[in-house]
């Protein structure tokens, strides 16, 4: 009986150790399951900051265009209106052309009547010879009569002189004025033929850029499909990583209660043996001093999240306060309003180990509450850099983001405030800071809620 007994506690403790090893089998099956998925997002998060940087690149060129297409529509305004004044400059200079023509009729028309005049005059003189002169003066009644006669005479001939010459001068300072209008007329004319030539390349300049424009807000508008598709699928893998956890924590807690039956089974069984021992032993030798059977199998340790106290700590060791907060923000490299899902905490720069004034000691990312390490890893210079999420049961995940290294691995357990590894400025990131996140069953949350 004694035998027997002892085989079937070596049997029992073969069979949960066998049930022990095949537990884990499952749940690395999960595990891996959710490394998956999140390697998944990640590579999905960095192809969207990728095609956001590409928009961003896209913006500046349109933005650029933009202002070269105002550039050029100023100088075309300024084009218009010089031509304008050109074309009323043109037509006031045919105006005074017109008058100077008129002008010049004028002048010549006094100067062929005054020149037919006198003509007539002298050819009648010739005709009568210098007598008619002789006469008018021989005629005169006294020698004053002759004297206002003569002077007479001469005054005459002077003026007709006189008149004739100015004339003559008036009428070439008109064909000069008329010749300096007529050029000032070609050389308005050369000058709008100019501007309209330099107007047309303009306008050819800016149906170019309108083009260019407009292929790239195509090329802009096909970039952020693409940023949706891939924010839908992101979307989607974070849907997955949900199910799985949750799928995860009822698997835990399916094994802690296996565990706790399959511990109460085996002391149930373990009496009964003890009991069948001890009636064997007093059946044998009722003077023995009666013995509780070896217990060489130790009981199963508890799976799952044991530490986590439920409460969170601060997770920075001398941080400077928050910097941004949770809730939609302008974005400080993307300039754009976004959801920012978490809260930053800063550092003293000369605490980070990336800036020149380091003073060698770098600040700790601590663990704000115990539990599971479900991802540790990352790319330096994308996202969130490199980042570590910790799992504390009933579905609260805690995500440490930006970190300058890690100091844990995927799979391992850790303590309320025990080191995660250091601040940092790793990824999308504009200084030393800690990116801080608490989620619920995969959903963002305020972390400010639980301080």
């Not at 007994?5 to 073969?14: H, T």
């Not at 004297?147 to 004339?167: G, H, P, Q, T, W």
């Not at 999240?305 to 001398?318: C, D, F, N, S, Y």
């Amino acid at each position: 009986m004694f035998n027997k007994s002892k085989f079937l506690i070596a049997v029992l403790c073969i069979f949960l150790i066998s049930l022990q090893m095949i537990n884990p089998i499952f749940a690395n099956s999960i595990e891996g399951n959710i490394d998956k998925e999140k390697q998944k997002q990640q590579e999905i998060e960095e192809g969207i900051e990728n095609r956001r940087e590409e928009v961003d690149s896209l913006d500046k060129e349109i933005n650029e265009l933009t202002e070269e297409v105002e550039e050029l529509d100023n100088k075309i305004a300024k084009s218009q209106k010089q031509i304008q004044q050109l074309n009323e400059d043109i037509t006031s200079t045919e105006s005074e052309i017109a008058k100077t023509e008129l002008k010049i009729e004028e002048a010549e028309d006094f100067l062929e009547q005054n020149t037919e005049y006198l003509d007539t005059r002298l050819i009648a003189m010739y005709q009568k010879g210098s007598v008619g002169y002789l006469d008018v003066l021989l005629s005169a009644s006294s020698f004053s009569d002759f004297l206002s006669r003569f002077n007479a005479l001469r005054l005459i001939l002077e003026e007709d002189k006189e008149l004739i010459e100015e004339v003559k001068e008036k009428r070439e300072y008109l064909k000069v004025e008329k010749d300096k209008q007529v050029e000032r007329k070609d050389s308005l004319v050369k000058m709008i033929a100019q501007a309209q030539v330099a107007e047309e390349e303009l306008k050819e300049d800016v149906q170019s850029l309108n083009s260019l424009s407009t292929q790239l807000q195509t090329k802009k508008q096909n970039t952020q499909e693409v940023i949706s598709q891939k924010e839908a699928a992101s979307k989607q893998a974070e849907q997955q990583i949900v199910a799985l956890m949750a799928e995860r924590e009822k698997e835990l807690e399916r094994q802690r209660k296996k565990r706790e039956r399959e511990e109460q089974e085996r002391r149930e069984r373990e009496k009964e043996a003890e009991a069948a021992e001890q009636k064997n032993d007093n059946s044998n030798n009722n003077n023995t001093d009666n013995k509780p059977a070896d217990n060489d199998t130790a009981p199963p340790q508890g799976g799952g999240i044991e530490k986590a106290t439920g409460r969170l700590i601060w997770p920075v060791q001398g941080s400077r306060g928050v910097t941004s907060h949770y809730g939609y923000r302008t974005h400080p490299i993307t300039r754009r309003t976004s959801m920012h899902t978490g809260i930053d905490i800063g550092i003293y720069r000369e605490r980070w180990a990336g800036s020149p004034s380091f003073n060698g000691n770098p600040v700790n990312v601590l663990a704000a509450d115990g539990g599971e390490v479900i991802f540790a890893g990352g790319n330096r210079s994308i996202g969130y850099g490199l980042y570590v999420i910790v799992d504390h049961g009933g579905g609260k995940t805690t995500l440490y983001a930006h970190m300058e290294n890690i100091g844990v691995k995927s799979g391992q357990t850790v303590s309320q405030g025990q080191s995660l590894g250091h601040v940092g400025s790793t990824g999308v990131s504009t200084g030393p800071h800690l990116h801080f996140e608490v989620r619920l069953n995969g959903r963002h949350t305020n972390p400010m809620n639980y301080y």
